[in-house]
């Protein structure tokens, strides 16, 4: 397993601006998680942490600072090359916002496939297969129950074997035992060499994370210990 930063943001700023009103939704917020890591990211709503992952993914641009992935700066880059870049290296969870409803869920994994513009390590099949949804491959997302969209969502972020995974509350909806059986993915994958940043208000997934990054005000804060 290779070891080491797989992300790392430095003073990260984002400036808002809405005809006279001005909202700083980060104020400098500086990171790093290694693989092998998994890092949850709390805060109060409007704290800004939806920015942040979208910053750190390369959907948005930050005002100031920069992201690297794998090395490679994301930040500041035109938008065709920043999505290469995501698709190559980062896999983006949304519950299952990552899910287009006119595709079959094989189809929903093969499109991030494509978009990385090299052969697949992992086939769609074997990706599906992996997530216990071998038999649903041709399912459309409706006619999927929220646990096998959740791991659906989890197969498309997973597409590309993805250096780092970004996930926004993706245990928000579910149910403790999927909520449990999601977490557990998403570990095997830290275990496996992922760097895993996880925006939650989940006591469970803060309490099996191996960091917490709390933020307050677009800064980070000291962020209270997970108990053991
Ligand atoms: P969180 O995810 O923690 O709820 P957000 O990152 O969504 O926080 O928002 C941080 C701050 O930035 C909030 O004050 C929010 O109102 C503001 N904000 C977020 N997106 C926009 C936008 N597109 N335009 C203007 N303000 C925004």
């Not at 990171?31 to 998994?38: I, M, P």
């Not at 880059?77 to 995501?86: C, F, G, V, Y």
């Not at 972020?157 to 780092?164: I, Q, R, W």
Request: with cysteine.
């Amino acid at each position: 397993m290779e070891t080491g930063t797989a992300l790392a943001a430095r003073e990260l700023y984002r400036f808002y601006r809405a005809g006279e009103e001005e909202t700083l939704a980060l104020r400098g917020v500086s990171l790093r998680v290694d693989r092998g890591e998994t890092v949850a990211v709390v805060g109060p709503s409007g704290s800004g942490k939806s920015t942040l992952l979208a910053c750190l993914a390369g959907i948005d641009e930050p005002s100031g600072g920069e992201v690297r992935v794998d090395g490679l700066r994301i930040s500041h880059r035109p938008e065709t090359e920043r999505a290469r870049l995501r698709a190559r290296h980062i896999g983006v969870l949304l519950q299952s916002r990552n899910l287009l409803p006119h595709l079959s869920i094989r189809d929903n994994v093969r499109l991030p496939q494509r978009a990385a513009g090299r052969t697949p390590l992992t086939s769609a099949r074997e990706l599906l297969a992996e997530v216990g949804l071998g038999k649903r491959s041709h399912a459309l997302p409706r006619q999927l129950s929220g646990g096998e969209l959740a791991r659906a969502g989890l197969a498309v972020a997973l597409a590309n074997a993805p250096t780092v995974l970004l996930a926004d509350e993706p245990t928000g909806e579910l149910d403790g035992e999927t909520e449990r059986v999601v977490l557990e993915m998403l570990r095997e994958r830290a275990a496996q060499g992922c760097a895993v940043l996880i925006v939650t208000h989940s006591p469970e997934v803060v309490r099996r994370a191996d960091r917490v990054m709390a933020l307050q005000d677009g800064q980070a804060t000291d962020a209270a210990r997970p108990e053991p």
